[in-house]
T-cell receptor, first 113, second 112 residues
Framework: DAKTTQPNSMESNEEEPVHLPCNHS???????IHWYRQLPSQGPEYVIH???SNVNNRMASLAIAEDRKSSTLILHRATLRDAAVYYC??????????????FGKGTLLTVNP | DTEVTQTPKHLVMGMTNKKSLKCEQH?????MYWYKQKAKKPPELMFV???????INESVPSRFSPECPNSSLLNLHLHALQPEDSALYLC???????????FGPGTRLTVL
C-alpha cells in the first residue's frame, strides 16, 4: 500500500516558490522518499529522493522532517513547464536487488502565468 | 541514447486478439518494469525484471505475459484482454544498484 498522503491539487504563480507537502507517517527506517512528476501525456519523470537529510538538485529541493513522517518538495521558481502531477513515493526494498515504487495519488500542480 | 522507447504509441484490440507491447532502452540498465495507469490514477506496478529474470509479479492476471529477451528489450504479450484492461502501459528501466527509474512515454491500449 502507498501510505503517502498529498493534497489533491495546488496552485502557484509563475516565478514563485512552491512547497508540495507529503505525509508518510508509517514510513520505516529503510524506506526512501522519492518524488516523480508526470507532465500531461508523458511518462513519470524522476525529480529527487532522500532518506533523512535534506537534498538539493538542479530541479528541486527535498526537505525531510526530523521524524521522517513528512516531507516537502520545493520548487524554487515555478515555471509553466512545471505544471504536472507530483507523486510522493515510498521506495521499499523487496528483497535481493529489488525495489518497488508505490505511487500515491499525487498532487496536481497548476502554475498561473 | 538516454531514453526509453515504447511501441506502439496507441493500440486498439479486440478481446480475442493477441498483441504485444515493446519497450527498449540502450542505457545499459539491468532492471526493467511494466506499470499500468488508468485515467486520472497513479501508475501501478505490474512486473519487474532484474538481469533479464522476472523478479516481481504483482499478482497480474495471466492474460498479461511479460518477456525479457535481452538486457535492452522488454515485451508485454497480451491475450484475451477485457475492456477494463484499457489503460496506459508504461515501461521503465533503472541502472543496477540504484533505483531511479526512467520511464517511457507509454502505450495507450484500448480493448473493445
Amino acid at each position: 500500500d502507498a501510505k503517502t498522503t498529498q493534497p489533491n491539487s495546488m496552485e502557484s504563480n509563475e516565478e514563485e516558490p512552491v512547497h508540495l507537502p507529503c505525509n508518510h507517517s508509517t514510513i520505516s527506517g529503510t524506506d526512501y522518499i522519492h518524488w516523480y512528476r508526470q507532465l500531461p501525456s508523458q511518462g513519470p519523470e524522476y525529480v529527487i529522493h532522500g532518506l533523512t537529510s535534506n537534498v538539493n538538485n538542479r530541479m528541486a529541493s527535498l526537505a525531510i522532517a526530523e521524524d521522517r513522517k513528512s516531507s516537502t518538495l520545493i520548487l524554487h521558481r515555478a515555471t509553466l513547464r512545471d505544471a504536472a502531477v507530483y507523486y510522493c513515493i515510498r521506495r521499499r526494498w523487496s528483497g535481493g536487488s529489488n525495489y518497488k515504487l508505490t505511487f500515491g495519488k499525487g498532487t496536481l500542480l497548476t502554475v498561473n502565468p | 541514447d538516454t531514453e526509453v522507447t515504447q511501441t506502439p504509441k496507441h493500440l486498439v484490440m479486440g478481446m480475442t486478439n493477441k498483441k504485444s507491447l515493446k519497450c527498449e532502452q540502450h542505457m545499459g540498465h539491468r532492471a526493467m518494469y511494466w506499470y499500468k495507469q488508468k485515467a486520472k490514477k497513479p501508475p501501478e506496478l505490474m512486473f519487474v525484471y532484474s538481469y533479464e529474470k522476472l523478479s516481481i509479479n504483482e499478482s497480474v492476471p495471466s492474460r498479461f505475459s511479460p518477456e525479457c529477451p535481452n538486457s535492452s528489450l522488454l515485451n508485454l504479450h497480451l491475450h484475451a484482454l477485457q475492456p477494463e484492461d484499457s489503460a496506459l502501459y508504461l515501461c521503465a528501466s533503472s541502472p543496477a544498484r540504484t533505483d531511479t527509474q526512467y520511464f517511457g512515454p507509454g502505450t495507450r491500449l484500448t480493448v473493445l
